[in-house]
C-alpha cells in the first residue's frame, strides 16, 4: 500500500510538473509578433521558401529548437542564434510554441507532380531495399508529426526549406535529432528519393 502512495505522488508531482511547463498562447503572440513574424509570418504561415512555417507546429519541439539554436552545437544557423537570444528564458520558448501550435497551416507550398509517386512511396513505405525507414512512422500519415514525442510537423513545407534540412541531417551539420534517427534514416536515401519526399511533404496540406 505503501508503495502504491509513493509511486501515485511521484506520477502527481510528475504530470504538475508538465502542467506548469506548459506554455502561454496569449504572452507567445506578443513575443512571435515582434521576433519571428518577419521570416514566419503574422500567424506562422510562411511566405519564403527557405524560411519554415510554424503554424500548427508543436509547441515541445519549437521550444526544443530555440533552445538547441541557442546553444549552436547541435544545430547552427548564424540568423536563428540572434532571433533566439531574444526569447531569454525557457519559458519565453514554450510561450511562443504554445502560440504557433494555436494556429492553423494555411500552406502555400508548390508541388512538381511528376515527383508525387516516388515521394509517396518512399513517406509511406520507405525503402526495404536500402534500408530508408518510412517517413510516416515518426511525422503520421499525413504529415503532423507527434507533438507529445516532439516529432514535428511537415506537412505544407516549402520543398527548399525540407530540403536543406534534410541535407544537413544527412551530412550531419544538424545533429539534434533524438537518438539520430533522422541522421540514421537519411544515409541510404538518393538525392532523388530525398527530393521527391519533400515534395511529397508540400502537398499534405
Given at each position: 500500500m505503501k508503495k502504491i502512495i509513493v509511486s501515485s505522488l511521484v506520477l502527481f508531482m510528475s504530470l504538475a510538473g508538465v502542467a506548469h511547463a506548459a506554455g502561454d498562447a496569449e504572452a507567445g503572440k506578443e513575443m512571435a509578433t515582434t521576433v519571428c513574424a518577419g521570416c514566419h509570418g503574422a500567424d506562422g504561415n510562411s511566405m519564403v521558401p527557405l524560411f519554415p512555417s510554424l503554424a500548427g507546429q508543436g509547441e515541445k519541439y519549437i521550444a526544443k529548437?530555440?533552445?538547441?539554436?541557442?546553444?549552436?552545437?547541435?544545430?547552427?544557423?548564424?540568423?536563428?542564434?540572434?532571433?533566439?537570444?531574444?526569447?531569454?528564458?525557457e519559458q519565453d520558448a514554450l510561450n511562443v510554441g504554445a502560440f504557433y501550435a494555436?494556429?492553423?497551416?494555411?500552406?502555400?507550398?508548390?508541388?512538381?507532380e511528376s515527383k508525387l509517386a516516388l515521394g509517396r512511396e518512399i513517406y509511406k513505405g520507405?525503402?526495404?531495399?536500402?534500408?530508408?525507414?518510412?517517413?510516416?512512422?515518426?511525422?503520421?500519415?499525413?504529415?503532423?508529426?507527434?507533438?507529445?514525442?516532439?516529432?514535428?510537423?511537415?506537412a505544407g513545407q516549402f520543398t527548399d526549406y525540407t530540403i536543406k534540412q534534410m541535407r544537413a541531417f544527412k551530412d550531419g551539420s544538424r545533429s539534434n535529432d533524438d537518438r539520430k534517427i533522422m541522421r540514421?534514416?537519411?544515409?541510404?536515401?538518393?538525392?532523388?528519393?530525398?527530393?521527391?519526399?519533400a515534395q511529397y511533404i508540400a502537398s499534405l496540406k
Amino acid at each position: 500500500m505503501k508503495k502504491i502512495i509513493v509511486s501515485s505522488l511521484v506520477l502527481f508531482m510528475s504530470l504538475a510538473g508538465v502542467a506548469h511547463a506548459a506554455g502561454d498562447a496569449e504572452a507567445g503572440k506578443e513575443m512571435a509578433t515582434t521576433v519571428c513574424a518577419g521570416c514566419h509570418g503574422a500567424d506562422g504561415n510562411s511566405m519564403v521558401p527557405l524560411f519554415p512555417s510554424l503554424a500548427g507546429q508543436g509547441e515541445k519541439y519549437i521550444a526544443k529548437q530555440i533552445a538547441d539554436f541557442k546553444a549552436m552545437t547541435t544545430r547552427k544557423d548564424d540568423t536563428m542564434v540572434g532571433m533566439a537570444a531574444m526569447l531569454a528564458t525557457e519559458q519565453d520558448a514554450l510561450n511562443v510554441g504554445a502560440f504557433y501550435a494555436s494556429q492553423k497551416l494555411n500552406s502555400t507550398a508548390p508541388v512538381d507532380e511528376s515527383k508525387l509517386a516516388l515521394g509517396r512511396e518512399i513517406y509511406k513505405g520507405g525503402n526495404l531495399q536500402t534500408g530508408v525507414p518510412a517517413c510516416q512512422g515518426c511525422h503520421g500519415p499525413d504529415g503532423a508529426g507527434n507533438s507529445a514525442a516532439g516529432y514535428p510537423q511537415l506537412a505544407g513545407q516549402f520543398t527548399d526549406y525540407t530540403i536543406k534540412q534534410m541535407r544537413a541531417f544527412k551530412d550531419g551539420s544538424r545533429s539534434n535529432d533524438d537518438r539520430k534517427i533522422m541522421r540514421n534514416a537519411l544515409q541510404s536515401m538518393t538525392e532523388a528519393e530525398l527530393e521527391a519526399v519533400a515534395q511529397y511533404i508540400a502537398s499534405l496540406k
